[in-house]
């Protein structure tokens, strides 16, 4: 068996994923042989980022301890800042970077926020301005003002904020606040990103009359993190009462403050362990949470279903796959699969990077949703394998996947994150791939250049 063994590279807020690196490309390393790799991961983005913004509306400070130190984090870390919130960065223990401290302080707007592609950012913090005095003009990244966000503004509007869009529904738009909401009752459409569900229930207990949400579309993506949402919330003594499917209820009242250990990401562990299935051997993740809302815990169930030996030991979960792997059709010994992944949406590009390499077609739906994230990730997914030989056919709501035998190729990202790795799997076993703008990963893992080329690095037949 070969091995692979690396150390955790010296914490640097972006790795060697240098921004202003968009038009280099990166050629993706390809194993030689089996893996057997250990690692550790930095904090998740969608807890981190939520316990930002309940730390700055709550009645006392709060500590975050391991939090995530990524492009993301950092433009909530300094809206934030912009909004009168003092962050401050303390020693503490975790592998990549200090903890925070946060400190509430009086809300003022008067300020332009930067949301970057940061979701959380663009759909979190406009509550958060309506309760400050003073106007907040959000805009971002030309890919987020593709973004969706009339839901946020009209439901931000039916809750007392007064907004000017400029009948856009899109980035960038002026939040005027006026240092208070009035909250209630309001029924919304979240069809597109349980984010509008989220960034509401976050702020809903400082709205005068607290809050009662109801969705009214048919399906609602993601629940997993409006599950996550309502227990941050829970661990900071607000209770969400959901009477009914697709409703919650927040009264009104404070937010305490908390120490927080915030959990390693664990959809940033997908793509770590699904290169055991495509090149062979072992991955560990260390750190795996006994028990969490985050989504990337689905890959332990989700990953056995292409072929994968999944088992857990204390805090260290293991993907094992046998033999080794090339990844031709026919050949690589990942199971074709028909999955629905409604729950799940961010881990369907690394999964599909997986349906790509195996033995036989697959069939991905329930993810018609994620056209609305960094990028058209269906029309993305599609393009880029068709470019590198496969056969890859959008559907209403997902994809299908007939595996063909791929060849390099230079592997488009359009500045997304889980694009870039997923280039970097298919590189694994596909001679050639050179991957756009591999910082497009500073998003949320800085490391990820660093840590994918140590996974390989010493794999040898």
Request: hydrophobic letters at 40%; proline letters at 6%.
């Amino acid at each position: 068996m070969l091995i692979s063994r690396y150390s955790k590279p010296e914490f640097n807020p972006y790795g060697d994923n240098a921004p202003d690196d968009a038009d280099a490309l990166w050629e993706a390393p390809t194993a030689a042989g089996p893996l057997t790799a250990s690692l550790s991961l930095p904090g998740s983005k969608s807890l981190t980022n939520r316990e930002l913004v309940l730390s700055a509306l709550a009645d006392s400070p709060t500590l975050l301890r391991a939090p995530l130190h990524s492009r993301d984090s950092d433009l909530m870390v300094s809206a934030l800042r912009q909004l009168g919130t003092t962050i401050d960065a303390v020693p503490g223990f975790g592998d990549y970077g200090d903890d925070l401290r946060i400190t509430p302080g009086e809300l003022l707007g008067s300020t332009t926020i930067d949301c970057g592609l940061a979701g959380t950012v663009m759909r979190f913090l406009p509550p958060v301005a309506g309760l400050a005095l003073g106007p907040t003009t959000f805009d971002g990244d030309a890919g987020a003002r593709r973004r969706p966000m009339s839901t946020t503004i009209t439901s931000l509007r039916a809750l007392g904020a007064d907004i000017n869009d400029d009948g856009r529904g899109a980035l960038p738009f002026t939040v005027h606040g006026t240092g208070r909401l009035a909250g209630g009752e309001i029924t919304i459409d979240a069809s597109t990103s349980s984010q509008f569900v989220s960034g509401l229930l976050l702020s809903a207990a400082r709205f005068e009359n607290g809050l009662h949400l109801t969705h009214s579309g048919e399906r609602l993506p993601s629940l997993p993190h409006i599950e996550m949402t309502i227990a941050t919330l829970a661990g900071r003594g607000v209770t969400v009462e959901s009477r009914e499917p697709g409703e919650w209820v927040v009264a009104a009242g404070p937010i305490s403050g908390a120490e927080v250990d915030i959990e390693p990401d664990l959809s940033n562990a997908a793509p770590f362990l699904a290169a055991a299935l495509v090149a062979g051997g072992s991955v560990t993740v260390t750190g795996w949470p006994a028990h969490t809302t985050q989504v990337g815990a689905n890959l332990a169930a989700l990953l056995p279903l292409f072929g994968a030996e999944v088992t857990v030991d204390g805090d260290r979960l293991t993907v094992a796959a046998g033999g080794i792997r090339r990844g031709s059709a026919g050949s690589s010994g990942i199971t074709g699969v028909t999955i629905d992944l409604s729950t799940g949406g961010e881990l369907v590009p690394n999964l599909v990077a997986l349906a790509a390499l195996a033995d036989g077609p697959s069939t991905i739906t329930g993810i018609g949703h994620i056209r609305h994230h960094e990028t058209d990730r269906l029309a993305a997914l599609a393009a880029e394998i068709n470019g590198l030989g496969g056969h890859v056919t959008e559907l209403d709501d997902g994809l299908q996947i007939d595996p063909r035998p791929l060849h390099g190729g230079v592997w488009r990202t359009y500045d997304d994150h889980r694009m870039a790795t997923t280039g970097a799997i298919i590189g694994l076993v596909v001679p050639g791939v050179e991957i756009e703008n591999i910082g497009t990963t500073a998003k949320t893992l800085p490391q990820f250049a660093s840590l994918w080329r140590g996974l390989v690095a010493e794999s040898v037949l």
